[in-house]
């Protein structure tokens, strides 16, 4: 049955994403569709009893109040200071600007949590500046679009908060599991923009050095930024706050921040509200979706007859986990990334449970496997968000196409794999400092 169910799942998965339906809409028809002839449970007890539980988790409310943040600090003028700053530190480097990109990226993700926001956030702040200085567009778009893949790795992340209530995981260790691998990613990610500058000097013109106190003054306009880090994470990490309140301790130093910019008006808070209404009923909608999903296979034997079939195998778990890490990678390449995480890993929980493997581990990796979707040809949403902010801009110099994208995400995405690869073959990148601050 666990088999069967697995396959009549997988082919309506398929005609769903070809028909071109919503992944909460898809993921509600497979469910319906395999209790209704698979199984002989009550189908509307199950669906409004799973819709309740997740629609009322106190841990899911972390979810809107991170997107209320990241709308106020889109609006709050924050992201342009943060990146004005760290250009006047950067750009001397070879690869000048670019550098920029990925450590503002880094820095807004630490307060932000999505990555649709960070690329978007930064990438509308910086594309300007490149298209008149002459830097190589390509490698330009490649790096915001890389860079913003940041955003759910470095904590705040949503897909940690949505991966820790699915494996029922501490979210506050995932959080401090994500620090190490998002500096790590931030370093691979410069090192290529370095390299690419060393080699072919034409990709970024060099940027004459900022007096020293300029940079230093220009510290000041990071210290917004830096309490409000200290909002979200220091109070979690203090175990002064769950997840949830400090997304609210959050929420309220960006509103903050947003008055002293002076730029709220009636106008903007009724565009931040509406925006965080959409973006948060489409995700609690797949999320709904994804656990009467998962609820359906559960009771159809699905992870349990995967997992039998794995440990029949004989990986081990450096196998396994092999095994898993090239099944993301060649499932984000037509999948979003976030759909992929809510449908597949609650089926494989049995399968690391049996082979032992560290849950909180896997879900670094598992994150940064979600990050490789999002800059993965063709499906990858980072791509054509960037792709969006440059049509803004205008063409110069012919046609411009989503394939200019795609070239130059390429470093930014074998860069990434590497990236994997050291997680996976030194599981203490992500797991020294939760060890380190919380104990085993």
């Known amino acids: 049955m666990g088999f069967t169910a697995l396959a009549v799942a997988s082919a309506l998965m398929l005609v769903a994403f070809l028909l071109g339906l919503h992944v909460a809409a898809a993921l509600g028809v497979m469910s319906l569709s395999l209790m209704y002839f698979l199984s002989d449970r009550p189908i509307w007890e199950m669906l409004g009893l799973v819709a309740w539980n997740t629609n009322t988790s106190f841990i899911l409310v972390a979810i809107p109040l991170f997107i209320l943040m990241g709308e106020l600090l889109l609006r709050s003028g924050l992201s342009e200071r943060l990146y004005r700053v760290l250009s006047h530190w950067l750009s001397p480097l070879p690869g000048g600007l670019m550098h920029s990109n990925i450590a503002a990226c880094a820095t807004f993700a630490a307060v932000s949590g999505s990555s649709v926001a960070t690329a978007a956030t930064i990438g509308s702040v910086s594309l300007p500046a490149f298209r008149a200085r002459g830097y190589d567009e390509r490698l330009v778009l490649g790096s915001l679009a890389a860079g913003g893949t940041l955003g759910i790795l470095i904590p705040p992340s949503i897909n940690f908060i949505v991966y820790g209530v ?27 923009i370095l390299v690419a500058a060393k080699i072919w000097p034409q990709v970024a013109p060099r940027e004459a050095a900022v007096p020293w106190a300029i940079r230093l003054l220009g510290l000041l306009d990071m210290l917004p930024t830096f309490a409000l880090i200290f909002l979200v994470l220091g109070t979690i990490y203090l175990g002064v706050a769950t997840p949830t309140e400090a997304a609210a301790f959050g929420v309220t130093g960006a509103f903050v921040l947003a008055l002293l910019s002076g730029r709220v008006n009636p106008t903007i808070l009724k565009e931040v509200f509406f925006s965080t209404a959409r973006t ?54 037509f999948m979003d990334g976030f759909a992929m995480m809510v449908t597949t890993i609650p089926v494989i929980l049995p399968v690391l449970k049996t082979m032992s493997i560290d849950l909180v581990w896997f879900g670094v990796i598992a994150v940064i496997l979600t990050e490789a979707a999002l800059i993965s040809p063709p499906e990858g949403l980072n791509l054509y968000v960037i792709h969006g902010l440059r049509e803004k801009l205008g063409s110069e ?13 390429l470093p930014f995405f074998l860069m990434m794999l590497v990236g994997i690869a050291l997680v996976v073959a030194f599981p203490q990148i992500a797991l020294w400092l939760p060890t380190t601050m919380k104990g085993k």
């Open 166 to 192: 699915l494996m029922e995981v501490s979210i506050g260790r995932l959080y401090v599991a994500g620090i190490l691998p998002g500096i790590l990613l931030s370093l691979l990610f410069m090192a290529v």
């Open 397 to 409: 110099g012919g046609q411009r196409t989503i394939m200019d994208v795609y070239v130059g995400v």
């Open 280 to 333: 948060t009923a489409m995700v609690m909608l797949i999320l709904t979706g994804a656990f009467i999903l998962n609820s359906t296979l559960a009771m159809l034997g699905v992870p349990q007859a995967i997992s039998r079939a794995v440990a029949s195998w004989n990986l081990g778990p450096t196998g396994t986990m092999l095994l898993l890490v090239v099944f993301y990678l060649i499932l984000g390449t």
